[in-house]
């Protein structure tokens, strides 16, 4: 048996035509399903217009004036944090800078290119190793069977997961951390 | 009331730490309750409240006074203990699973009165809890704070369609659990004055 529209009259809560609200009665006399959901709507929204608002434990803005407090202290020792840090961090760049400046006998442009050089140097040994990478790739699967790589797959997964277990208990241990939000 | 609140919100916004705590003070309990409603115990209650406190006073520079400060308050607190539902992973029981001020007293002029009452706040935060957050904080606004759609949809940055459908498929499912608990607990009674088998 087809509830609608009733089910929907029953729970929408724009206002209903006249012609509209007979038929709904008439469908409650008769349907059973229909009556007890709107009985049972009709119920819980009575307990829930008596049920009061609930209040907090006596002293909530005093204990709220000490969060302030506390927010303020962690905001401020933060900040200090910070600077302590910038001024570390700006003192020894001068510092290395001001001790480069002054050793005439370190050349910096000669050390630039000894860093290039070695860059390259590096590059030509990968694109050397490259073509052994490959034929390893390619002869890998007739060299080891199946099953070894199979295998080995499988316990790197066990692994990860196991790992990925234990870092998610940790972390939900963790106090969490929420910002500042006000959609 | 409003003349004074607006008050306290320009003496707020220029830091008079008192002037906020009065505010604190008269919106301690709306916003407490729907926090109550929304994460079912007294501590993440106090918690999300104290929290919501905090996020308008770091924020009241970006506060419209052309908008309602209760609504701007409660939309807070809806949102942010709609986050806290989502980021909780696992429920965590506490002891002080109902305030003070809902536990059965004993020694009550009425106790029986005092225990169906909270039998009752049991069977509501039950019920409210199978609804999603977002549901769950259009109900409690409409039933525990009397807004209308639209303040639902201003405090929950919903369009006004969007919260009606969401208030009719929560009324629903909040009727068909209704009807779920009544019978669960029509059973549960009628086992207590059954006859032993023998």
Sequence with gaps: ??????????????????????????????????????GAL????????????????????????????????????KRMWLLTLGLFGGATLTLVALFLLNQPQ?????????????????????????????????NLPILIPIMVIFGTGSLIAVIVLIIAWFSSILKLYQPVQEGVNTR | MREQEALWIEKA????????????????????????????????????????????????KKYDPDRSYATWLLSIASHYCIDRIRKKRLPLVYTDA?????????????PEKEIRKSEQEALIQSILSELKPTDRAAIVLQYWHDYSEVEIAEALGLTVSAVK?????????????????DNSSVTKERRQHESPAF
Excluded at chain 1, 65 to 71: F, G, H, P, Y
Excluded at chain 1, 126 to 132: A, G, I, R, V, Y
Excluded at chain 2, 165 to 177: D, E, G, T, V
């Design chain 2, 165 to 181: 459908s969401r208030l009719y498929r929560s009324r629903q499912a909040l009727a068909k659990a209704w009807i779920k608990a």
């Design chain 1, 42 to 77: 009709m119920e819980m929204e009575k307990v829930f217009n008596d049920s009061p608002a609930i209040s907090p434990a006596p002293g909530f803005t005093q204990r709220w004036q000490t969060r302030l407090e506390l927010a303020r202290q962690q905001r401020q020792q």
């Design chain 1, 106 to 138: 370190i050349n910096l442009a000669y050390h630039f290119s000894q860093c290039v050089v070695t860059i390259a140097r590096l590059t030509s040994f990968l694109n050397q190793l490259w073509p052994t990478f490959q034929s390893l790739v390619t």
């Design chain 2, 98 to 110: 109902l305030p003070p001020e809902i536990v059965p007293d004993r020694h009550a002029p009425e």
């Design chain 1, 1 to 38: 048996m087809s509830h609608q529209p009733f089910e929907s009259w029953i729970f929408s809560q724009d206002p209903l035509e006249i012609e509209q609200k007979n038929t709904l009665q008439a469908h409650l006399e008769s349907c059973q399903s229909c009556s007890q959901l709107s």
């Design chain 2, 13 to 60: 916004r220029t830091g008079d730490d008192h002037a906020f705590g009065c505010l604190v003070d008269a919106y301690q309990r709306p916003v407490f309750s729907l926090c109550y409603r929304m994460l079912e115990n007294s501590h993440d209650a106090e918690d999300a409240a104290q929290e919501s406190f905090l996020r308008a006073y770091q924020n009241l």
